[in-house]
């Protein structure tokens, strides 16, 4: 119907009106589409993107223009006990978190591939802590990680008698980076268990049934079925996972800020005390663009070694 | 921890034929719904907590011993009363809004355009043009935000709320340029076609056709873009200095932790004003959202 309407509105219009024609015209109009996107991207993220790196080698402070030094600001970082520390907690704090994710968004996962009442309210709600602002959520995390009044440790003291004195859950080091953690895999549950669900619905039930019928166990199942079908997807997710949780700044600066004592300080927190709140630019972009190796690592780490075994697995198939 | 988990999942297939009912219902209770529960239970709970304090009295927010803290006796309004005529709230939310429905609608006409270049005007390096794009995704804020602050000071944004309308695009186009190729994909190009033999303009087909299919598509880069944008912290933070200009996550943290003695009521107050938009906006599409998002994976 569309188009019937739309050949005797485009007659009309067929006067050889010069803007039409160039509209018309393919190249022209290739470039037209794209240059907005493609202008934004330039302006703010190709061009930061270089300016980051030229940044790192120059001692630019906010409001002073800075001259290039080399790779001294490198050099400073290779000795700063804190920017070590940075790099142990960002990479521990990535493995345990994306470990813990993806075990129990994967449990959630299956639980969710079964039928029963009301899935599709159940997998709505379980998003929340997605789409809720992170900082928002974090908040609520440094409430119930409180000293005195956390309602974890009145569970465990005042209602279970587990303990008898209140847990201090960011006031020494481990105890505030195990919190943290523990912040960061309730956040990224939800998104990993979804798109795992996405995968795990792709998988035909004709191969399950043929592996019941040729007498596999459900743990075979699982592991020759389940597992090697969800290798693609469990790639691309892993990957941004990885790279989101590498470089996460909102949980730790809501909630402890980099404290007690710098111990829980992400390389992101560190390039913004340093970068913005201390001004001091170039020191900080040379944190930023210490993650890029760490990051380009990760990526075809998880990338490249879990893609890998899907073309295996397609070989071995065909 | 998977290993049992995967049992579970495939258990209820396997008991049904030669276990007895009861027993079937019973596993299938301890295997999934309990587990399920708990799931709920966890990723809820902090929700809970943040709606039950923001409606707590001082008294019994510290006071454990005489109230139960999982319950509310004297409930009020006090907390939300302070946060909307003692401080700037609603012109944080007014910000937040104004950012995030402005960078929304830019991203969505820049996204469509490109994705609609990429897919259907296809040329030489298309794909590779495509490709530019989703890596572009992959870069993350946190490595950018120090240059970022720089060119933003250099056009003359610091401080202004449009340098985030203009700076938001940058994870969003990526984003909603990817999720609409995809759906273009699943549009018949006949449908075009028959249109160009009838003399249509492209751009009338892309007006015309194209877009009134793509709806739901376009429906889900917006839900996308809108949350992802309300949900912005580290850009809002670095470029924003003046309590007036700040968006809600940053103004919560920033202009309302204040002193020793923190105001959990208010805090929390704050929280759960800020997550209503968001959540309300989601669960109208929720449907958009999900199946979005799968999608997305899928690609």
């Known amino acids: ?318 | 921890m998977t290993d049992t988990v995967a049992q579970a999942a495939v258990a209820d297939a396997k008991a049904a034929p030669d276990t007895m009912a009861w027993d079937s219902g019973l596993r299938r209770l301890m295997m999934i719904y309990l587990p399920l529960g708990c799931f709920v239970l966890i990723l809820l709970f902090p929700f809970y907590w943040m709606a039950i304090t923001s409606f707590k009295p001082n008294a019994e927010l510290m006071n454990y011993k005489e109230h139960n803290p999982f319950w509310i006796s004297s409930p009020t309004l006090a907390h939300i009363k302070h946060l909307l005529f003692n401080t700037a709230y609603p012109h944080w939310l007014w910000t937040t809004m104004l950012v995030a429905i402005g960078s929304t609608t830019l991203s969505l006409i820049a996204s469509t355009l490109a994705a609609y270049a990429i897919e259907r005007l296809r040329f030489r390096g298309s794909p590779y043009v495509g490709l530019g794009i989703y890596l572009a995704y992959l870069v993350p804020p946190s490595i950018l935000f120090i240059p970022l602050a720089t060119v933003v000071v250099q056009f003359g944004l610091f401080d202004s709320p449009l340098a985030l309308i203009l700076v938001y695009p940058t994870f969003l186009v990526p984003f909603c340029t990817w999720l609409l190729i995809g759906y273009f994909k699943s549009i018949p190009y006949e449908l075009e076609e028959c249109a160009l033999v009838d003399g249509a303009t492209r751009l009338q087909i892309l007006r015309r056709i194209t877009l009134p299919l793509a709806v739901p598509g376009l429906i889900s880069a917006g839900i996308f873009s809108f949350t992802l944008s309300w949900n912005e912290f580290i850009y809002a933070l670095a470029f924003i200095q003046s309590g007036a200009n700040k968006t809600v996550p940053v103004a919560i943290l920033t202009e309302l932790v204040t002193g020793d003695v923190y105001q959990w009521g208010a805090l929390m107050a704050g929280s759960l004003l800020g997550s209503l938009p968001v959540a309300i906006f989601y669960s109208l599409f929720v449907d958009y959202y999900v199946s979005s998002l799968t999608g997305a994976v899928k690609e």
């Not at chain 1, 892993?238 to 300080?265: C, E, K, W």
């Open chain 1, 1 to 318: 119907m569309s188009v019937t309407t739309l050949s005797s509105h485009a007659l009309v219009q067929r006067q050889p009106n010069w803007l039409v024609r160039l509209f018309d015209y393919k190249p022209f109009l290739i470039v037209m589409c794209l240059a907005p996107a493609i202008g934004l991207l330039t302006v703010f993220l190709t061009y930061p993107l270089g300016l980051g790196v030229w940044l790192a080698f120059t001692d630019t402070t906010i409001g002073r223009r800075g001259i290039y030094v080399g790779l001294e600001n490198f050099q400073y970082l290779l000795t700063d006990s804190l920017w070590w520390n940075a790099v142990f907690y960002s990479v521990v704090y990535t493995g345990i978190a994306t470990f813990g994710k993806f075990a129990l968004g994967f449990w959630l996962a299956l639980l969710l591939n079964n039928h029963f009442p009301f899935k599709s309210v159940l997998r709505a709600i379980i998003l929340l802590p997605w789409i809720v602002p992170t900082v928002l959520s974090a908040l609520a995390f440094w409430w119930i990680y409180d000293p005195q009044f956390s309602i974890i440790s009145y569970l465990l003291v005042d209602v279970l008698h587990w303990r008898s004195d209140n847990i201090d859950f960011l006031g020494s080091p481990w105890p505030a980076r195990f919190s943290l953690i523990a912040a960061n895999i309730w956040r990224g549950i939800p998104f990993v268990a979804i798109s795992l669900l996405a995968g795990l619905q792709t998988i035909s039930p004709s191969l399950y049934e043929a592996a019941m019928l040729d007498g596999a166990s459900a743990w075979q199942r699982f592991r020759y079925i389940t597992f090697p079908m969800m290798m693609p997807i469990l790639a691309i997710v892993m990957t941004f996972s990885i790279i989101f949780t590498f470089t996460d700044f909102q949980l730790v600066y809501a909630i402890t800020r980099g404290g007690p004592g710098n111990s829980t300080h992400l390389l992101a927190t560190l390039a913004f005390q340093r970068g913005i709140a201390g001004g001091e630019l170039g020191e900080g972009a040379a944190i930023a663009v210490s993650m890029i190796p760490f990051l380009v690592f990760a990526t075809l780490f998880s990338y490249f070694g879990l893609a890998r075994r899907k073309w295996q697995q397609g070989e071995s198939n065909d």
